[in-house]
């Protein structure tokens, strides 16, 4: 048993010697990469089903519970987060069939409500509560997909905070589910037929006795199911044997015409794009584009005219249309050329083209008519991130959302003929975003690249290096990070505590060459432009290394594994969250092997040399001084699997010096990687997060 001693920085009973739980090490398992051999003592930990590893996890919760539950301020913190957490939210709805359907939460609910109602002025009734379906709140809705005659309504659930999907089939009318349940479906949506017979969609072979949350995800299939069959009568529509890693996501148009398939290989942005015409009884499924060169986002269709959101030769994204009877790249036209901003989202609605642009991660958004030609500017309520503006060519109106780091969410209806926006529903929140600011700077990474980040804190805050401050990034997969509220993050500035979110290369908000620019052999940049950004707010007064937390999730996880174990010396405090930090092994389990577009693979010897010289388990050094640590995950992630998050907390013990700051690991039991974790488990984790860093930052 490891004993630390650690000096915090109040009075209180936690200043006493704090006992891991040993963990067994396993000295015979080396792997042998390329010539170089890495041990692996800690592989036991991989086998989630094992007797010996549900001991050494209850061991670890007992250990870092004994520790929270000492904490002055956590009982406070959680009230507080369950009074601001009491508001209503409401969804922007959407039309189908004549009747409109919205997600809705009273306030404390664990999981939305899903209702519907015969007009927007009309008393809405409850179709789908999913609260009723688990006693712990932990079974969520993750697909809503009413048919087109607006009678019946596919929905997906999710247990447990688990990938995987069960598909059911709930008449509108009666409310009561038909027979219809479809199982092993993961990745994928529901997409109606036009005459409403039945969808189609995408599910995975049945995996192994006991491997479901970590066998590999491979060999994903389209099917038809039609209504009232079970599900092993579905109809193959399409499949492909011999590409066992890609994925097949399968989309009606809107007018019923075509079933398009976007091909997907992992994560990696680019796409192939195939059809098949649904009038023809024996259409065979045509491949548009097959070339793998670019990202293509098929947008919609103008009858036998595609109109696409690609990269291709336009790094910030551009619109393109394609006349499917002429295919040839020769007859594409440009509708919408790259503009200096990248073009970050595109609907078309009321035969208008509705574009998103990100300048320097902020939203504004502009209206052209299908030929490319400017119709207006679209003005929003201010500086911040939409969402939204979905719908279809024969609309007239849309709906929006608008959010700022300290402007709940608010939706707002669109007009397509006249450009103008009216308030819809204004969420009623217990905190007071004017007494804060937010601005964005720029920090200077290694190389000299410029990296935007977004700092939000009280009026008048003293620049004296004394502040805390919670530094939040992700950096991969080509995702943008875009000011929005949160109430956990609301608490966290009411403590007093500075909130800064780094955009940095790995991410998607400027486009192609900057998500490629943190990627496989590139990755390290990713981690430079962290440590930048951190180096930028002590620099300039806004905290110090004692009062500087850094915090980031699944792919952020690593991004916070990597930094700490690289500048132990920079944070006072680390929140890795369901982190990727076995970076030699994480395409061994589920989806990981699709994360090899980002980050390479330990199979090739250059990308092994890279991987290994970051890879957050593999650099932990004993006798250092690592920051305080409280390391997150959950036992249903099948993303990311735990085993990464035990791993590099064992390890982490071990390697911690001893007169260190306390090392933890908290594992959440009946919750996945994030999606659908019912919100008493969100503010018991919120609040113990922040009474951690409340505690080992020193904050008054």
């Known amino acids: 048993m490891k004993t630390l001693f650690f000096c915090l920085m109040s009075a209180t009973a936690l200043a006493q010697p704090l006992t891991y739980p040993e963990t067994r090490q396993d000295k015979s398992v080396v792997d042998t990469y390329h010539g170089t051999e890495v041990a692996d003592p800690f592989r036991w930990l991989e086998d989630d089903n094992s007797e010996e590893t549900k001991a050494w996890v209850k061991a670890q919760n007992e250990v870092t519970f004994g520790y929270l539950n000492k904490l002055p301020k ?411 509220f949160s109430i956990g993050r609301s608490v966290w500035l009411e403590m007093g505590g500075v909130y800064a979110m780094a955009n940095l290369r790995g991410g998607g908000e400027y486009g192609a060459d900057w998500h490629q620019a943190g990627t496989k052999l590139t990755k390290q940049n990713v981690f430079d432009d962290f440590i930048a950004c951190a180096e930028h707010l002590q620099k300039e007064g806004y905290t110090s290394p004692k009062k500087l937390a850094i915090m980031g999730g699944s792919n952020g996880g690593l991004l916070v594994g990597a930094c700490m174990t690289q500048r132990p010396e920079l944070f006072g405090a680390a929140l890795p969250a369901v982190g990727v930090m076995d970076m030699l092994r994480f395409h061994n389990f589920t989806i990981g092997w699709a994360w090899k577009s980002d980050y390479g693979s330990s199979e090739n010897a250059d990308q092994f040399k890279a991987l290994y010289a970051y890879s957050p388990l593999h650099n932990l050094k004993p006798g250092t001084r690592y920051p305080a640590t409280m390391v997150t995950t959950a036992d249903h992630d099948d993303r990311v699997v735990p085993a990464h998050s035990f791993k590099f907390a064992a390890r982490l013990q071990e390697c911690q010096a001893n007169d260190g700051p306390p090392v933890l690991i908290r594992i959440e039991t009946s919750a996945g990687h994030g999606a659908g974790t019912a919100l008493t488990k969100v503010i018991e984790e919120t609040a113990d997060e922040w009474a951690f860093l409340h505690e080992v930052l020193g904050m008054e």
């Open 74 to 484: 956590r009982d406070e913190l959680r009230a507080r987060l369950e009074k601001l957490w009491n508001y209503e939210r409401v969804g922007a709805p959407f039309e189908e069939g004549g009747r409109w359907f919205f997600n809705r939460n009273s306030g404390l609910q664990n999981q939305s409500v899903f209702y519907v109602t015969e007009s927007l002025d009309a008393e809405p009734r409850i179709l789908l509560d999913p609260n009723t379906l688990s006693k712990d709140g932990t079974t969520s809705l993750t697909e809503t997909a009413p048919s087109p005659n607006g009678k019946l309504l596919v929905y997906g659930l999710s247990k447990a905070g688990s990938d995987w999907q069960e598909f059911r089939v709930k008449d509108i009318d009666t409310g009561k589910d038909r027979e219809d349940v479809l199982e092993w479906i993961k990745f994928s949506g529901a997409s109606w037929a036009k005459d409403s017979s039945g969808f189609y969609y995408s599910r995975y072979p049945q995996p192994a006795e006991g491997a479901a949350l970590t066998e590999a995800n491979k060999n994903q299939k389209v099917y038809f199911h039609k209504l009232g069959t079970p599900q092993s009568e579905d109809r193959l529509v399409y499949e492909r044997p011999d590409q066992p890693d890609w994925g097949l996501h399968a989309y009606v148009t809107d007018d019923g015409h075509y079933l398009t398939f976007t091909v997907t290989e992992g994560t990696d942005p680019k796409k192939r794009i195939f059809y098949k015409d649904l009038t023809e009884a024996d259409g065979k499924v045509i491949e548009l584009l097959n070339d793998f060169d670019a990202s293509y986002g098929f947008i919609d269709n103008v009858g036998t005219v595609f109109y696409f959101r690609t990269d291709l030769d336009a790094p910030r994204y551009r619109v393109i249309a394609i006349d499917v009877t002429q295919p040839a790249r020769e007859n594409w036209r440009e509708i919408l050329p790259q503009t200096a901003d990248k073009l970050d989202g595109v609907s078309i609605v009321g035969d208008q083209i509705l574009c998103e642009y990100l300048k320097d991660a902020r939203s504004h958004m502009r209206a052209f008519d299908l030929e490319g030609k400017l119709i207006r500017d679209i003005e929003l309520p201010g500086i911040g991130t939409v969402g939204g503006f979905g719908g279809r060519r024969r609309d007239k109106t849309t709906f929006y959302a608008f959010t700022s780091f300290t402007t709940p969410g608010a939706i707002y209806r669109y007009d397509i003929d006249s450009g103008k926006s009216t308030l819809y529903r204004e969420p009623k929140v217990d905190f007071d975003g004017s007494l804060y600011e937010t601005k964005q700077v720029f920090a200077t990474s290694k190389d000299g690249t410029r990296v935007p980040m977004f700092i939000v804190h009280k009026k008048g805050l003293k620049l004296d290096g004394n502040n805390a401050t919670l530094l939040y990034g992700y950096g991969g997969f080509n995702i943008s990070l875009t000011p929005s």
